[in-house]
């Protein structure tokens, strides 16, 4: 049976790496905007931003947005700087939880990642391995291999 925790509190382990007396937008509502916004196919902090914005009542509905919505760079900014390792770490904890009982097909999936290599910088092309759950359609991992 999937956990009742929330989205928020599998998120909760992240500390926010910005001063305190210069925070406007709290961590927990840049977190809802974008894991959401991410969740229903935005690609890009702009993206996310103007779903925002579309839908700023539904995430009024989790927590008070009582300054609206941060600006695109301001989302780029704050998602870079949190702790990536942790940050997967508590993706994977939410993904997992809301699993079921039942057994599930899993898909991996390999990709190779176009124009990111430099053979003259002796940079190799990014390889990425993903499974996704069928059922739930969700990815539940994802890690760059050799």
């Known amino acids: 049976m ?4 929330s989205i928020l509190e599998h998120f909760s382990a992240l500390e926010d790496p910005r001063q305190q ?6 961590l927990p509502e840049i977190l809802l905007l974008v894991l959401c916004a991410t969740l229903c196919g935005m ?46 770490t508590c993706f994977t904890t939410w993904v997992d939880s809301l699993r079921e009982a039942e057994p599930d097909l899993i898909a991996v999936d390999g990709k190779t990642s176009r124009r990111c290599h430099a053979k003259t910088k002796g940079r190799a092309a990014l390889h990425t391995v993903s499974a996704w759950a069928a059922r739930q359609r969700l990815v539940l991992g994802q890690e760059a291999v050799a």
């Open 2 to 5: 999937p956990s009742s925790l």
């Open 21 to 26: 007396w210069r925070v406007i937008y709290p």
């Open 43 to 88: 690609d890009d902090f702009v993206e996310i931003r103007l779903w925002g914005e579309q839908r700023l009542s539904f995430l009024r509905r989790f927590l008070p947005y009582a300054r609206g919505l941060p600006a695109h760079d301001t989302l780029n900014d704050v998602i870079n700087a949190l702790d990536a390792d942790l940050f997967k």
